[in-house]
């Protein structure tokens, strides 16, 4: 995985748009320095982004008995949830969280409110 790359996982219950973190993350490299876990990097993290829900690609089951004309087609359709790889970050590295801009304030209005 890299950053602003997008995954299918199995269904998670997260809203869309909120942030969902991965906390069991098995090798990370980074150019030439790779790091694997025994079996997980302790304190690693993956932070990704919901884009909501999504249905995979149908698979076809067909029941069939010869002799008897006895044939039936059923199909499933597995939901996944989308993520969007924002960060990652190796052990011991703190997770900054990003500087939230300062909010517009409206024609006229001044810092006492008034």
């Known amino acids: ?25 098995l090798c990370i490299a980074d150019g030439d320095k790779v790091t694997s876990g025994t079996p997980i990097i302790e304190g690693a993290k993956v932070i990704a982004t919901s884009q909501g829900e999504k249905k995979g690609d149908k698979v076809v089951v ?7 004309r006895y044939s039936i087609k059923t199909g499933h359709r597995q939901v996944h949830t989308r993520l ?19 909010s517009r304030r409206r024609k006229g209005a001044t810092k006492d409110g008034t």
């Open 62 to 68: 067909l029941r069939y008995k010869s002799k008897v």
């Open 84 to 102: 969007v790889i924002d960060r990652i970050a190796g052990p011991g590295a703190a997770l900054e969280e990003p500087a939230k801009k300062p």
């Open 1 to 25: 995985m890299s950053p602003g790359q997008i995954i299918d996982v199995e269904r998670l219950s997260v809203a869309e748009g909120s942030s969902v973190e991965l906390d069991k993350v």
